[in-house]
């Protein structure tokens, strides 16, 4: 008998029984339908389908959800609902940062990821902070320069 | 049903379990879930039972234990190179090995029992004569990470064994100079065409009292010869130029025939070439980059 994958999802309890092996990213999407972490390779190379895992960014194509256990768990549809969020998605949007737009919901992961470690991060900082993930539309300038002014703007929230 | 994975909440419970089924542990999963992965939406298959050992605590530490610095097996390496008491080689070693959500999931105990020919974190560790502690359910023992790696993606891990931590003997005197260099094709997640670490420790006339070298993704296993190295030691840096030739030839000697073997044997002789150059010019105490 496979026992219960309990977990915190978005500052939710939640509990899932399935094969300990299942990807996060497929629990993600099929069982609790937060379809904003985006699969592309599968393999952990382009950082699409990022998020949060105890405030550490991972991407979820790499971990079992048997590895989730215990831990807290913050997709992009969790940190929407923040300031800290709302202010990146707001400067990404202000900044023409998105064209497409697959690759940004693991963008504003990382950016989060970055800005909690490091409120006020240089552009090399920038770059580095979001070298795991790969846009393929923008030529990340606009993506840099949106996480510079989300910097700027959210001030004291980081 | 067959249980075909296992989720162990204790080190005690899982040295059991691989006892008793001979399931094979699953960290980070950065290397084993992409192996075996079969597509969106389907659970990834493995030909194994296997457990996920990723949430046991008792293996993440980082402890410094008379001369030596003990990383456990379960430490990410985002927390290695996080560590100033870890030695610099490791830590940048570390620091590259792939994006931020990479390293926070990798650990040193998965990169290294994958052993891989191009995996990073071995290089420095085998250059530093790091050692490494199995664990089974009835003993423990301890051997060179030279020596359990045996070949490529092959180690000395019996079906009942884990590897319990990674130790790194410190040098009796810092290294005067340490290097360590990737060559990959992007900054991020790249997987390393060439890597090489070296140290040397000076006197304080100039004399070469400790050198060593080691080379990845340049043979089935990491590259390394006490040997070759010999030829340096006690030699005055003054020397170095008169000798370089000499060592790049014998260090030629060791790197694997197979596999691109031009670019990679040019790019270690230019790079040993510099680091030795670098030594040679006085600057006492530096890391070479």
Redesign the interface.
């Known amino acids: 008998m496979i026992d219960e994958i309990r977990f915190t999802l978005n500052n939710s309890e939640v509990a899932i029984t399935c094969d300990p092996l299942k990807r996060l990213l497929d629990v993600l999407r099929e069982d609790f339908g937060l379809f904003g972490t985006k699969e592309a390779c599968g393999e952990g190379e382009c950082g699409a389908c990022s998020v949060l895992m105890n405030g550490r960014l991972i991407t979820t194509c790499m971990v079992p959800v048997g590895a989730v256990k215990g831990k807290e768990i913050m997709t992009i549809e969790g940190l929407r609902e923040t300031e800290r969020g709302k202010t990146i998605i707001e400067a990404f949007a202000d900044g023409g940062a998105v064209q497409c737009g697959f690759c940004i919901p693991g963008m504003v992961v990382a950016a989060e990821s970055l800005l909690s470690r490091n409120a006020k991060p240089t552009e090399d900082e920038i770059r580095l902070g979001i070298a795991g993930n790969l846009c393929r539309c923008t030529g990340y300038d606009l993506i840099v320069e949106s996480i510079k002014l989300a910097s700027e703007r959210g001030e004291g929230l980081w | 049903m067959v ?3 296992y ?1 162990p909440q204790t080190l005690e419970e899982a040295l059991r379990i691989r006892k008793e089924t001979g399931a094979k542990p ?1 960290a ?3 290397d084993l ?2 192996m075996h ?1 079969r ?6 298959s ?1 030909p194994w039972p ?1 457990m ?1 050992i ?2 046991l605590e008792e293996l993440k530490y980082i402890r410094r234990e008379g001369d030596d610095i003990v990383i456990g097996s379960g430490t990410t390496c ?1 927390a290695i190179e996080d560590d100033p008491s870890v030695p610099y080689a490791v830590r940048t070693a570390a620091s590259l090995m ?5 390293r ?2 990798a650990t040193i105990g998965g990169n290294v029992c994958n052993a891989s020919p191009k995996a990073d974190l071995p290089v420095p560790l085998i250059m530093m004569d790091a050692k490494v502690t199995l664990v089974s359910a009835t003993g423990s023992r301890t051997l060179l990470l030279d020596e359990f790696i045996t070949g490529p993606k092959e180690t000395d891990l019996k079906d009942d064994e884990l590897l319990l931590e990674v130790r790194i003997p410190l040098p009796e005197k810092d290294y005067s100079h340490v290097w360590y260099r990737k060559i990959g094709t992007r ?3 790249a997987i390393s065409k060439l890597s090489l670490s070296a140290a040397v420790t000076l006197d304080a006339d100039g004399f070469i009292k400790d050198f060593r070298s080691a080379n990845g993704a340049s043979g089935p296993k990491v590259a390394r010869s006490t040997e070759v190295e010999k030829i340096l030691e006690g030699k005055n840096v003054t020397e170095i130029p008169s000798v370089l030739e000499q060592f790049l030839d014998a260090y030629d000697a060791i790197l694997s025939p197979h596999a691109m073997p031009t670019y990679r044997r040019l790019s270690t002789r230019r790079m040993l070439a510099h680091f030795l150059t670098e030594v040679a010019s006085g600057t006492q105490n530096m890391i070479v980059t």
């Open positions: 249980e075909t994975s989720i699953l980070g999963g950065t879930m992409v992965r597509g969106t939406g389907v659970v990834p493995f296997v996920i990723s949430s985002h792939g994006a931020e959500s990479l926070n999931l900054k991020a997640n």
